[in-house]
């Protein structure tokens, strides 16, 4: 969605609430119409009033003050015969219904020049949060492996065996886990020992297998071997 067809100084026809937290459905409807989402994420978080915000304790006083004794007698009289919840919701809808005409009367509509710098701004704020989720996801599958490393470096020669093992079963899958078990060695030596070390073993092993050339081909993709 872009700006093209409006004029910056055009006003926002009308506002809806809660365009900066849609639903799933919600979201994939407007990626269906491919409906800018920074621009939602915008116009919905971008000063227009809000049920669900705190209410200037002032503002508020001073609308109770101005409601005639007969309608707040009303509530009252509601609330004491047991009515308190429907008298809780037709005073928040009297108070709603104020709230919207009070905010089209102090013109708060947004031009779209303004609603497209909102956009820029909840782009912004994205793509932060979408960069700390990285982070986060990143900095958790480092864990795992690091884990996982820790668990080969306790016995190596067993996370060897099985990539022996592997490599005599012949055929492609077994060659393709032979592989990845070389590579975590590597790491796990890495970090638990010495590369040197590694080399020293996985000498041993090309020795033993270096025939199979299908073995090879997959060990020279992954760094591990250099082709004669």
Known sequence: MTSEGTDPDDLE???????????????????????????LAGVGSG????QTDVVDDAALDAWLDKLPKTEVRGYLRQMLVGQ???????????????????????????????????????????????????????AA???????????????????WKAAHDDANKGYA?????????????????SQHATLAEFQKEFQKFMTEHSRRRALVQRLVKAGLWRDK
């Open 13 to 39: 026809p009308f506002a809806l609430q809660g365009l900066h937290k849609l639903t799933a459905a919600q979201l994939a409807l407007a990626e269906f119409l491919e409906v800018d989402i920074d621009l």
């Open 47 to 50: 000063g227009q009033t809000n």
């Open 84 to 138: 308190g919840a429907s008298a809780e919701r037709a005073l928040k809808r009297r108070h709603v219904a104020w709230q919207e005409q009070s905010a089209s009367t102090k013109g708060v509509r947004r031009s779209v020049a303004e609603l497209w710098q909102l956009a820029e701004q909840a782009k912004d704020l994205r793509l932060i949060e979408e960069a700390k989720a990285r982070r986060q996801a990143e």
């Open 141 to 159: 599958l480092k864990r795992q492996r690091d884990s996982w490393l820790a668990r080969l470096a306790a016995d190596f020669s067993r996370a």
């Open 173 to 189: 899958h077994a060659y393709d886990a032979a592989c990845r078990q070389l590579v975590d060695l590597r790491d796990a030596y």
